[in-house]
């Protein structure tokens, strides 16, 4: 069985910030899953395969960095021999690349029960991606919302055989809560007059949470045993931040002491894996997680209009 127990209905998890993703999936055997995680060559996203794959799940790194996800998968086996992890070529950016990676995968016949949209960027300067879409938007939100419907019937394939529930998790932020104040500029996101670096990575934040939302409320309404959620993993120093120069910039006294208010990239990893994998989870969809509990987004992030809005935006963008 991949989920032994039941959810504790009335209490927390029993974790907290400080905890790792070793520790809310230790004793969880994902033996017989498949998973895909996007971003997986760095940071979090590489943590994250790590310990799904030492808790037996074969991970497929959905990665822009073909030779750093080689090192990554490297160091995995070291340290994990029986590890199944492989690597496929994905740019976030670009639809064309993204519909490549979800035939080369579906022509696989892998089977698919969880997917991490983890890639994300961070705080870069105004710019289109190949598909002519503001790039944090394009990478954050829409090649995730185009990786998630291509790869949707593989997932409830693999979920109707093997009668074990699906999952799929947007790694979403904090940041959601510091969009622009009309939550997604619908008829402005290209607009370079508009744009501010970090309330446009709050816009793409909020969109994973209303993607999540959105889709775990259509997933319910067919009927299918597929769960969406989004979570903020906590402030992490990973190479996300490597557009921000102020954070980049900084002397080595403050790195210091920042240490000890952010997460490793250990306890970063903690709230998708938990998502991902753990029992106490199971039948939970449309939620919002931190800490490895639910938590609460804020009110654009529970807006049921504005997630059907940002869904039929999306679609339009993407086909």
């Known amino acids: 069985m991949w989920w032994p127990f039941s959810r504790k209905e009335k209490e927390g998890s029993g974790f907290s910030s400080s905890s790792t993703a070793e520790e809310v999936t230790e004793g969880i055997d994902g033996t017989a899953l498949t998973a895909i995680v996007t971003g997986a060559s760095s940071g979090i996203g590489a943590e994250t395969t790590r310990v799904l794959a030492m808790r037996g799940v074969h991970v497929i790194m959905g990665v822009k960095n073909m030779n750093a996800a080689k ?12 590890a199944k992890v492989d690597a496929m070529e ?15 995968f579906i022509s696989s016949s892998l089977p698919l029960n969880i997917l991490i949209n983890n890639a994300g960027i961070f705080g870069t300067p105004f710019m289109l991606s190949e598909d002519n879409i503001e790039l944090q938007f394009a990478t954050n939100h ?64 909020l969109a994973n949470i209303l993607h999540a939302n959105e889709l775990a409320r259509r997933l319910k309404e067919d009927g299918v045993d597929i769960t969406a ?20 910039g900084l002397p080595g006294v403050v790195k210091k002491l920042l240490s000890y208010v952010v997460k490793n990239v250990q306890q970063g990893a903690a709230t998708t894996c938990y998502v991902a994998l753990h029992p106490q989870v199971r039948g939970i969809s449309g ?7 639910i938590a609460k987004a804020n009110s654009q992030g529970r807006d049921i209009d504005l997630a059907e809005k940002l869904w039929d935006f999306s679609m339009n963008l993407t086909k």
């Open 71 to 82: 090192n990554i998968k490297e160091t995995i086996l070291k340290g994990i021999p029986s």
């Open 90 to 104: 994905l740019d976030l950016s670009s639809m064309t690349s993204v519909r490549k990676f979800a035939s080369e």
């Open 142 to 205: 829409i090649g995730h919302f185009l990786l998630t419907n291509l790869l949707l019937d593989t997932m409830k394939k693999t979920t109707h055989e093997s009668k074990k529930q699906g999952r799929i998790v947007n790694v979403s932020s904090q940041g959601h809560q510091f969009t622009y104040r009309e939550g997604i500029l619908f008829d402005k996101l290209n607009d370079q007059s508009s744009y501010q670096a970090f309330r446009a990575y709050g816009q793409s934040k």
């Open 229 to 248: 959620n989004s979570l903020h993993p906590g402030a992490i120093a990973t190479n996300i931040h490597r557009y921000n120069s102020v954070l980049t």
């Open 287 to 293: 939620e919002y997680f931190a800490d490895s509990n």
